[in-house]
């Protein structure tokens, strides 16, 4: 169950960013990360295994490449090579999706912009600048939920959540039926209040010799 979601979550990670498709490892994926300078690409592992985190880390010679998996950053930090540093790991959550008909807080409009696979949804505040945002990545009957992002001084009047629910509406919609994101600790915060569940924690590392 969780290796099929990490999977997932690889494959809308990169189809939302627009990046080159995943490449297949002996170990798992690789991703190209665009537009980060503090990471040029990552290797997701769907499976923990020693052997496996080593052949990965092995493979490594590019810094700030990053490599995360579905494990608890204590139980893999013995099996990292030199050169190799933690990361604040992340949560891997998933949810049954549901329509809720969301109304967007007073004060503020909204746009919904589909291209391709990628559905975006934007809240505006009354000068028309961008207050909150997020983004989905459709995969037949699932989509990943990606770039959640709430402006510091518009935090607190339920704009994820808004933003949540709505791109959840327009899931449905096109026949989807599950979520799947990655979340920081406070991004999980919201994103339990909602209805998601936490299925792992991701463990995250860089390569910084």
Request: charged fraction near 20%; aromatic fraction near 6%; hydrophobic fraction near 40%.
């Amino acid at each position: 169950m969780v290796a099929d979601l990490v999977r997932t979550w690889v494959a809308g990670w990169a189809l939302s960013r627009q990046t080159p498709p995943p490449v297949r490892k002996p170990w798992g994926f690789y991703i190209e990360v665009a537009d980060n300078p503090d990471e040029v690409g990552r290797h997701v592992l769907p499976e923990v295994e020693e052997s496996l985190i080593r052949s990965a880390a092995a493979s490594v010679s590019v810094p700030r490449t990053w490599m995360k998996m579905p494990a608890e950053p204590e139980e893999i930090e013995p099996w990292l090579p030199q050169g190799w540093v933690r990361e604040e790991s992340g949560h891997l959550m998933a949810v049954d999706l549901m329509a809720t008909n969301p109304v967007v807080p007073e004060g503020y409009t909204v746009t919904v912009e589909t291209v391709g696979a990628v559905t975006c949804v934007r809240v505006l505040d009354a000068a028309g600048e961008q207050a909150s945002q997020g983004q989905m990545a459709s995969l037949g009957d699932t989509v990943v939920v990606d770039r959640m992002v709430t402006g510091e001084a518009h935090r607190r009047r339920g704009l994820g959540n808004f933003v949540m629910r709505t791109l959840a509406d327009h899931a449905l919609e096109t026949g989807a039926v599950v979520g799947v994101l990655g979340a920081t600790d406070a991004g999980r915060a919201l994103y339990e209040t909602l209805g998601w569940k936490k299925h792992t924690t991701v463990a995250e590392c860089s390569y910084r010799p």
